[in-house]
């Protein structure tokens, strides 16, 4: 009876590790693919001037590595291409949403604003261009505007988590508002 205690110990610990040496190891996996896929693409845009697509890619990975000054620019660059080769308006909505979001993630949300409402002008129906509209307009204190944004979040995809969350936060930060 007394060695039992002690096993299950040792085995809840060997336990433990293994699920913490699985997490570790995906998130090194992680990390290392984004590094190897920066490193093709940055070599590649050295070579030769990319398309859209590239520069597309390019900026995401910057924006996973939460290099948002670069990303910025490479999106830009990415948004002029794609301009230039006419490409279809659901490809320049992307763009316009991801560099969007690496001006937001700099505190630009006057910049980010404008380039989420052209991603909405190209694609009406875009989630995720929406929430991010409305976390802009949040962080810019117009509050009855980001509100409106969110339920119509919902009214496209009313599984829609984050809309769902920032909706009820919203309401409970006018409800505390009219109380005092």
Do not use: C
Not at 15 to 21: E, H, P, Q, R
Not at 47 to 76: F, I, N
Not at 127 to 146: F, H
């Amino acid at each position: 009876m007394d060695a039992l205690l002690p096993q299950a110990y040792l085995i809840g610990l060997i336990v433990l590790l293994g699920v913490a040496a699985v997490v570790v190891a995906r998130q090194i996996w992680r990390v290392r693919a984004d590094e190897v896929t920066l490193a093709k693409l940055e070599q590649k845009d050295a070579a030769k001037p990319s398309d859209a697509a590239t520069l597309y890619e390019l900026g995401s990975v910057q924006l996973r590595k939460r290099l948002y000054g670069q990303a910025a620019e490479s999106l830009k660059q990415a948004l002029k291409k794609a301009e230039a080769a006419k490409e279809p308006p659901e490809a320049q909505a992307v763009i316009q949403n991801a560099l969007g979001f690496a001006l937001a993630a700099q505190n630009n949300y006057k910049g980010a604003l404008r380039h989420y409402r052209l991603a909405l002008e190209a694609k009406p129906a875009y989630p995720v261009a929406l929430n991010n509209l409305a976390y802009a307009l949040e962080k810019q204190l117009k509050l009855e505007e980001a509100r409106a944004t969110y339920e119509q979040v919902i009214a496209l995809d009313a599984s829609n988590k984050t809309a769902r969350k920032r909706l009820k936060l919203l309401e409970r930060k006018a409800g505390l508002n009219q109380a005092t």
